[in-house]
């Protein structure tokens, strides 16, 4: 668990708990007021409906089997969800929706999507819709974002509303305008926050839509 994910969620109020693979998914509800899918491992494609391909990264199918009924768990109760990067993914997946396994081969473009370290600085930006939640917290119409992506949406599920792309046309944000608050980026305000208030303000929403905060030391 990288510590971004940790400090973000804890310099915006919030108490981090890092869960660990389990059945007892009804404890993990009861526990927990709002969840952060963070990013990690490609997730395998048969999970929506297509063989692995040349290009797919490494696997890790326990976390596939934890996470992805997690987060049907966590629509069903209606509890708030932040996706980042895989998490963005597996929501579109979750609820759907498909994947690119490796944009380099399959949507190349000059976008910056892969950057290298170090990776709390910008290398491309997002244009953000109008009438979307993250256009209303932020109020621009554009943002300089870090990346750090092989895979990204591909077909949008159809319970999902996009909320950014960058400027190749590629998917950076999206939201669920079913439930009071799901909404997932493709890229990593973890490691932006520290410096930049557009990625403090992500981590903030979720922990006020989840309420019960503590005030950090």
Known sequence: MQPGY????????????????TDDIDSLMDICDGFLFTGGPDINPELYGEPVRPGCGALCEPRDRFELPLMER???????????????????TVLGGTLYQDLPTEQPSPAEHKMEAPYDRVVHDVNILE?????????????????????AVNRL??????????????VESVWMPSRPMVWATQWHPERLYHQDDASRRIFAALIAASGNCISPK
Do not use: W, Y
């Not at 708030?80 to 895989?86: A, E």
């Not at 009438?131 to 895979?151: A, E, R």
């Open 6 to 21: 940790i400090d973000g969620i804890r310099c915006e109020g919030g108490l981090p708990l890092v869960l660990t693979f």
């Open 74 to 92: 966590c629509l069903e109760a209606d509890k708030p969800l932040l996706g980042i990067c895989r998490g963005m993914q597996l929501l579109n």
């Open 157 to 170: 599920a159809t319970d999902l509303q996009v909320m950014a792309r960058a400027t190749d046309g590629i």
């Open 131 to 151: 009438n979307t939640p993250l256009h209303k917290l932020l109020g621009v119409s554009s943002i300089g974002v870090n990346s750090s992506h092989h895979q």
